[in-house]
T-cell receptor, first 114, second 112 residues
Framework: NAGVTQTPKFQVLKTGQSMTLQCAQD?????MSWYRQDPGMGLRLIHYSVGAGITDQGEVPNGYNVSRSTTEDFPLRLLSAAPSQTSVYFCASSYEGGGPNEQFFGPGTRLTVL | SQELEQSPQSLIVQEGKNLTINCTSSKTLYGLYWYKQKYGEGLIFLMMLQKGGEEKSHEKITAKLDEKKQQSSLHITASQPSHAGIYLCGAATIYNFNKFYFGSGTKLNVKP
């Protein structure tokens, strides 16, 4: 199993550009989520999904869109990038949401917005 | 996040010394998780605690959950350079167990 994969690993955008961060898992996990990690702030939940067709907002959803058309994929879209979105983005998945389940994390995407 | 307070923010210890990291939740916990992150890399799951009084160990790392205090402690015995990294506590609360919060992390350096 590849686990949780994220592409790209690094990305530089100009303010106002749009892009999609890709996340895929091959563990048939129902729950998937996106986090951003900023220095001194730990991880903050952006959006999450408890299954295909179901998404919900996390702690910091503004400026980001998600959709979940398949169990395997959970892309994160930045519609109009801003310097405040410079961060490291992590995707995670688990068998079910919450509960006594380990979240498996991807390797991260380092995004810089100029 | 404001929901999870983690302390200390950073720690430098001599190899062989013991250390403790604390994580306190402002909301009633559904489950608490400990992760380790090596600099520039993803998160590695250490253990999960759900029941008050629960204690789990992974090699030389032990975590306990004090349900009354909504607090967990992570204790490393006889620290080694391989223990260096960032330790993060994460939690889901009873209000929405699909929404995870993370503490700000503890940076641990172990001096040989």
């Amino acid at each position: 199993n590849a686990g949780v994969t994220q592409t790209p690993k690094f990305q530089v955008l100009k303010t106002g550009q749009s892009m999609t961060l890709q996340c895929a898992q091959d563990m048939n996990h129902e729950y998937m989520s996106w986090y951003r990690q900023d220095p001194g702030m730990g991880l903050r939940l952006i959006h999450y999904s408890v299954g295909a067709g179901i998404t919900d907002q996390g702690e910091v959803p503004n400026g980001y869109n998600v959709s979940r058309s398949t169990t395997e994929d959970f892309p994160l879209r930045l519609l109009s990038a801003a310097p405040s979105q410079t961060s490291v983005y992590f995707c995670a998945s688990s068998y079910e949401g919450g509960g006594p389940n380990e979240q498996f994390f991807g390797p991260g995407t380092r995004l810089t917005v100029l | 996040s404001q929901e999870l307070e983690q302390s200390p923010q950073s720690l430098i210890v001599q190899e062989g010394k013991n250390l403790t990291i604390n994580c306190t939740s402002s909301k009633t916990l559904y489950g608490l998780y400990w992760y380790k992150q090596k600099y520039g890399e993803g998160l590695i799951f250490l253990m999960m605690l759900q029941k008050g009084g629960e204690e789990k160990s992974h090699e030389k790392i032990t975590a306990k959950l004090d349900e009354k205090k909504q607090q967990s402690s992570l204790h490393i015995t006889a620290s080694q350079p391989s223990h260096a990294g960032i330790y993060l506590c994460g939690a889901a609360t009873i209000y929405n167990f699909n929404k995870f919060y993370f503490g700000s992390g503890t940076k641990l350096n172990v001096k040989p």
